[in-house]
Antibody, heavy 121, light 107 residues
Framework: QLQLQESGPGLVKPSETLSLTCSVS??????????WGWIRQPPGRGLEWIGT???????SYNPSLKSRVTISIDTSKNQFSLKLSSVTAADTAVYYC?????????????WGQGTLVTVSS | DIQMTQSPSSLSASVGDRVTITCRAS??????LNWYQQKPGKAPKLLIY???SLQTGVPSRFSGSGSGTDFTLTISSLQPEDSATYYCQQSYSSPYTFGQGTKLEIK
């Protein structure tokens, strides 16, 4: 059974960089079938797509966040990571890592449990 | 970006009721439409992909339909455990945007 687990600081100061890692177990992140991504959800609000990465390192970002986002992958550790720079209170959210099917419907079939990141001084 | 609009934003129904949630895309997305269920404090769970395909393990009372810009999620006989927020998502073009959610409560 595939499992995804987010890790990283739960509190980040304004203007600093948010950094999270997603550890994948029960399956290989190097598969050419899947993409790996990040989605966030501000408290009490809806879901926002942040971006995805393929095992080759190819990325796709939400244009609204593109100037501040970097997603990277470490196939040797079966992990991928998110960096979001120059954060403000508006970046406070539960951050989910997830697996997206690479073809057909391109649905998200596995999610991490989510981790709350609060931006505050 | 493609905008996804769900209706209603919330609804209340009784056990055994037939419930329908609608999702409309701002442009055609053919059948690149997925539905997720989210319970409080939990990650979303995939229910329906490609507009009408039932994800493995999801009860058959859930069904999806539609193509182009208009889609529906139907629960044929509402159960207490179906109390949740439901989201549609388009996977036609990146960024793969979500609807604003429909909160379903059991009377």
């Amino acid at each position: 059974q595939l499992q995804l687990q987010e890790s990283g600081p739960g509190l980040v100061k304004p203007s600093e960089t948010l950094s999270l890692t997603c550890s994948v177990s029960g399956g290989s992140i190097s598969s050419n079938i899947y993409y790996w991504g990040w989605i966030r959800q501000p408290p009490g609000r809806g879901l926002e797509w942040i971006g995805t990465i393929y095992y080759s390192g190819s990325t796709s970002y939400n244009p609204s966040l593109k100037s501040r986002v970097t997603i990277s992958i470490d196939t040797s550790k079966n992990q991928f990571s998110l960096k979001l720079s120059s954060v403000t209170a508006a970046d406070t959210a539960v951050y989910y890592c997830a697996r997206r099917i690479g073809s057909y419907a391109r649905e998200i079939d596995y999610w991490g449990q989510g981790t709350l990141v609060t931006v505050s001084s | 970006d493609i905008q996804m609009t769900q209706s209603p934003s919330s609804l209340s129904a009784s056990v055994g009721d037939r419930v329908t949630i609608t999702c409309r895309a701002s442009q055609t997305i053919t059948t690149y439409l997925n539905w997720y269920q989210q319970k409080p404090g939990k990650a979303p769970k995939l229910l329906i992909y490609a507009a009408s395909s039932l994800q493995t393990g999801v009860p058959s009372r859930f069904s999806g339909s539609g193509s182009g810009t208009d889609f529906t999620l139907t629960i044929s006989s509402l159960q207490p455990e179906d109390s949740a927020t439901y989201y549609c998502q388009q996977s036609y073009s990146s960024p793969y945007t979500f609807g604003q959610g429909t909160k379903l409560e059991i009377k």
